[in-house]
């Protein structure tokens, strides 16, 4: 079982940056990928960025650019580098582990931490 803490959140102004957390406990051997996802108010879950286990990087073409994803295994860390906001990126954010056949497939990560709130205005 792996356990997920999500932090760094907040309210920024547009164009501003904030840099995201997940903290991963447990048994991770053998987790393929490690990703974020987010949900507006009244939105689908979205896809965000995510990491494979040979350091592949992924990103949605809505924060290419803007967004980085890395990962500390020293310090079991996931992180989410997030600049140039825009209001748009206003939503829940979720970190996420597990084997998915494809990063994209959100339904296929096994887990899930509970959300920290980014907020651009």
């Known amino acids: 079982h792996v356990q997920l803490v999500e932090s760094g959140g907040g309210s920024v102004q547009t164009g501003g940056s904030l840099r995201l957390s997940c903290v991963f406990s447990?048994?991770?051997?053998?987790?393929?990928?490690m990703g974020w996802f987010r949900r507006a108010p009244g939105k689908e879950r979205e896809k965000v960025a995510a990491?494979?286990?040979?350091?592949?990087?992924f990103y949605a073409d809505s924060v290419k650019g803007r967004f980085t994803i890395s990962r500390d295994s020293a310090k079991n860390t996931l992180y989410l580098q997030m600049n140039s906001l825009k209001p748009e990126d206003t939503a829940m954010y979720y970190c996420?582990?597990?084997?998915?056949?494809?990063?994209?497939?959100?339904?296929?990560?096994?887990?899930w931490g509970q959300g920290t709130q980014v907020t651009v205005s």
């Open positions: 996420a582990a597990g084997t998915p056949s494809h990063w994209l497939r959100a339904d296929e990560y096994h887990y």
């Open positions: 447990g048994y991770t051997n053998g987790i393929r990928f």
């Open positions: 990491l494979n286990s040979a350091g592949s990087t």
